[in-house]
């Protein structure tokens, strides 16, 4: 598969999630990055790293998932936590995975 196709279906996946969770990110990016999946910002970026790619598709749902609830929920405390739950059951096991 093409890395445009697997960054297309990417996409995909992150609109399937931001309409699934209700959060609205301003940008969508993918990049390199060196220590992380993914970051968002207080200004609504959300930014995955180009890595992801070759990840598997209940990874990135996960990653994905993840940064689209900071956009509603800034810390990892208990609302975090249990939208992750509703969301991705096994979310928890999903972040132990590199």
């Not at 598969?1 to 297309?8: A, C, G, H, L």
């Not at 749902?61 to 939208?83: M, R, T, W, Y």
């Amino acid at each position: 598969m093409s890395t445009d196709t697997k960054e297309q279906r990417f996409r995909e996946r992150v609109s399937h999630w931001s309409e699934t969770i209700g959060a609205k990110p301003k940008l969508v990016q993918l990049r390199r990055m060196k220590r992380k999946w993914a970051s968002c910002s207080t200004a609504g970026r959300v930014s995955f790293s180009r890595d992801l790619l070759r990840k598997r598709g209940e990874f990135q749902d996960c990653v994905i998932a993840h940064e689209l609830i900071h956009l509603q929920v800034p810390n990892h405390g208990k609302l975090f936590k249990s939208l992750m739950r509703a969301y991705i059951p096994n979310w928890e096991e999903m972040h132990l995975e590199r």
